[in-house]
């Protein structure tokens, strides 16, 4: 994978050295003149420290180059610049080379890379509601018979869909435990439910 992208870099830093030909010979022969010399202060990343897959920055500073060329980029630079990435664990070290009239440079700079583990969402385990209450739920919906009366065709029954009793799980004394336990019929179990959560009866 790294080759291939390698491949395609060569290629188009080839083609964009021959589109900018012109250029590059112009500002051979001003630096020549002017006896500019090159000078490379730089060249660093702003985070040392980077996750893969998150956003980092090359940048430089670089005076009097004809043009400069950097590894992860297939454009060709002439000034001092800067150049966004994305982190990749296989690639922690860059390269930047500097062509002037009188040298050519070649700089690095390196990172250190930390991979995080993909959490799979649902492997997670959320918090469920009591056993016990959620057994006694199991128990009563399997009593409610799951049929209804059709208005278009009265003799015809309908199914409909099962209702769900839910109770709050909180802390649970063991009086309400034992009413649970003993209660036999819908109308009672919600009764206990409104007692564990008195929120609902006022809101009602």
């Known amino acids: ?8 870099r060569n290629l188009k830093l080839v083609f964009n050295l021959i589109l900018n030909s012109f250029k590059i010979l112009l500002r051979y022969f001003k630096l020549y003149f002017h006896g500019e010399k090159l000078i490379c202060n730089s060249f660093n990343v702003d985070s040392n420290y980077s996750i893969a897959g998150t956003i980092n920055q090359l940048r430089w500073d670089v005076e009097n180059a004809i043009f400069i060329t950097i590894c992860e980029s297939s454009k060709i630079y002439f000034n001092s610049d800067q150049l966004l990435f994305l982190v990749n664990k296989e690639k922690t070290k860059f390269q930047l080379k500097a062509y002037g009239t009188n040298r050519r440079t070649t700089l690095f700079t390196c990172i250190k890379v930390k991979s995080l583990a993909k959490k799979n969402i649902l492997k997670i385990n959320l918090k469920s509601k009591n056993p016990f209450i959620k057994r006694k739920e199991d128990q009563l919906l399997k009593n409610i018979t799951p049929f209804g009366i059709s208005l278009k065709y009265p003799k015809e029954p309908i199914s409909c869909k099962r209702q769900s009793i839910h109770l709050n799980s909180t802390d649970y004394i063991s009086d309400i435990f034992q009413n649970i336990a003993q209660t036999t019929s819908k109308k009672e ?16």
């Open 1 to 8: 994978m790294i080759e291939k992208y390698t491949s395609r």
């Open 189 to 204: 179990l919600e009764n206990i439910g409104l007692i564990l959560n008195p929120n609902t009866n006022q809101a009602n």
